[in-house]
Antibody
């Protein structure tokens, strides 16, 4: 079955760029939307943005100026970059398959990866 | 932005009890509302999509209803494995989640 796995540094310094990759296994990344969602410790879920396998993107307006997403269909991966991070960006980051269009739900999720912003 | 509220923020119930959670949107979102279950240390899991459709493999004790701005999520008979936080999520516009309802056993 399709599985998602986040990877990337667990510690990022303030003002630097957070970079994460999500690897999709057990199925093709093509023809789907893929999203990043984050969750600070003890808090709720925040959608960061989505990317289609064509490369088209939608971002949360509150993060848009700092977010870049990309996709590499040859590697079955998509990625997130969040620039100028602060302690407020410390969270568990999830990648998820985004059933977008006629619907709008996230049906498959990675296990999540904790990113801490600290010097 | 469409804001989502949930009530209660937490509840305790006995095994076998009927549990109801409400979710309210700040504007009409038709039936563009999903429900997720998140157990501690785990990723959220989709339970209900489009307000009332049960995701494949999800037990039938879970159900959802509503449209417009007011939605309800119900567990017909609470089981020990249902201990979790439940989130609603709208997709009328860019996705936003409710603040969550923590459910535990009395």
């Amino acid at each position: 079955q399709v599985q998602l796995q986040e990877s990337g540094p667990g510690l990022v310094k303030p003002s630097e760029t957070l970079s994460l990759t999500c690897t999709v296994s057990g199925g093709s990344i093509s023809s789907y939307y893929w999203s990043w969602i984050r969750q600070p410790a003890g808090k709720g879920l925040e959608w960061i943005g989505r990317i289609y396998t064509s490369g088209s993107t939608n971002y949360n307006p509150s993060l848009k100026s700092r977010v870049t997403m990309s996709v590499d269909t040859s590697k079955n991966q998509f990625s997130l970059k969040l620039s100028s991070v602060t302690a407020a960006d410390t969270a568990v980051y999830y990648c998820a398959r985004d059933i977008y269009g006629d619907y709008g739900y996230f049906d498959l999720w990675g296990r999540g990866t904790l990113v801490t912003v600290s010097s | 932005d469409i804001q989502m509220t949930q009530s209660p923020s937490s509840l305790s119930a006995s095994v076998g009890d009927r549990v109801t959670i409400t979710c309210q949107a700040s504007q009409d979102i038709s039936n563009y509302l999903n429900w997720y279950q998140q157990k501690p240390g785990k990723a959220p899991k989709l339970l209900i999509y489009d307000a009332s459709n049960l995701e494949t493999g999800v037990p039938s004790r879970f159900s959802g209803s509503g449209s417009g701005t007011d939605f309800t999520f119900t567990i017909s008979s609470l089981q020990p494995e249902d201990i979790a936080t439940y989130y609603c999520q709208q997709y009328d516009n860019l996705p936003t989640f409710g603040p969550g309802t923590k459910v535990d056993i009395k």
